[in-house]
């Protein structure tokens, strides 16, 4: 019971979070646009037409990829902590390879958000990721692969977007013969379906509107002799409905981090109750 509290007093403190994020992020995008057109109604903001998103929340070593880190890191113990446990109910061979995998794979993300330490000690980019003719070359100049191409950013995205969205949701739809493992690996607690319907929300919008190309950006102003006069409301309702008046891949990264800590901690809740 405590462990359920725990989990749903986790979902409350990420939800008042991701309020205040498109709270101040709305404001950082259109609150100085509002607040010309309605000064005696809207006066508070945060940006300028041309600032952009918070550098402090969004951008690299921010506040977001911070917290990512973070839980990456946790969640990446949690399932060392389990691998490496002796409880006589971890004796799934299936089991014991996923989470090999999963531990593999999430160093390799907490490896990668971190550009193999640069980020903190600062050395110098390899020549090998900045010469334009490599097919390693960098776009942003650092030590990783998900800024070199789409094979390693694009599709282990998806992946990783499926999972966490997707998996218990197809699981429960689609009614087979399974084992015991395998639902466990899945579904280690149906409760986690929570965090997939919340990423849910900040997916498909985006694929609805800006994948298929609904969202004109450059209407968004409308600018008469050079001078802002207001928004396109289509386009400034199309951009809020999509959430991309922010960094939408970062809190979707962040939500991504947050499934995989849970379902990591229901997971290892099995095996020591």
């Known amino acids: 019971m405590k462990f359920n509290n725990l989990y749903k007093n986790s979902n409350i403190i990420l ?14 995008s259109f609150g100085w646009g509002l607040n010309k057109m309605y000064p005696e109604i809207y006066f508070m903001t945060f940006g300028t037409k041309n600032e952009g998103w918070s550098e402090f929340i969004w951008f690299e070593n921010g506040l977001i990829e911070t917290i990512q880190i973070t839980i990456l890191l946790t969640t990446i113990l949690i399932l060392l902590n389990l691998y490496f446990s002796k409880n006589k109910f971890f004796e799934s061979t299936l089991i014991k390879r996923f989470v090999i995998i999963e531990i593999f794979g999430l160093s390799y993300f907490f490896f990668e958000e971190i550009s193999w330490g640069q980020h903190f000690i600062n050395f110098d980019t390899f020549e090998f990721f900045l010469d334009k003719d490599n097919f390693f070359y960098n776009h942003q100049g ?8 789409r094979i390693f950013n694009e599709f282990p995205r998806i ?27 899945i579904v280690p607690n149906i409760k986690l379906i929570f965090v997939s319907y919340l990423l ?15 969202i004109d950006f450059s209407k968004l102003h409308i600018i008469e002799n050079e001078i802002f006069k207001g928004f396109n409301l289509g386009t400034m309702l199309s951009v809020i409905f999509s959430f991309n008046f922010f960094r939408l891949s970062e809190l979707q990264e962040l939500l991504f981090v947050y499934y995989f800590m849970w379902h990591s901690l229901f997971l290892r809740s099995l095996y020591f109750k």
């Open 15 to 28: 939800i008042i979070f991701i309020v205040f994020l498109l709270v101040q992020a709305f404001d950082q």
């Open 142 to 149: 650092e030590i990783n692969l998900h800024n070199t191409s």
């Open 159 to 185: 992946f990783v977007m499926i999972w966490c969205s997707l998996s218990i949701i197809i699981f429960k739809s689609i009614k087979f013969k399974n084992s015991k493992e395998f639902s466990i690996i």
């Open 200 to 214: 849910l929300i900040f997916v498909v919008p985006d694929l609805l509107f800006t994948k298929l190309g609904i």
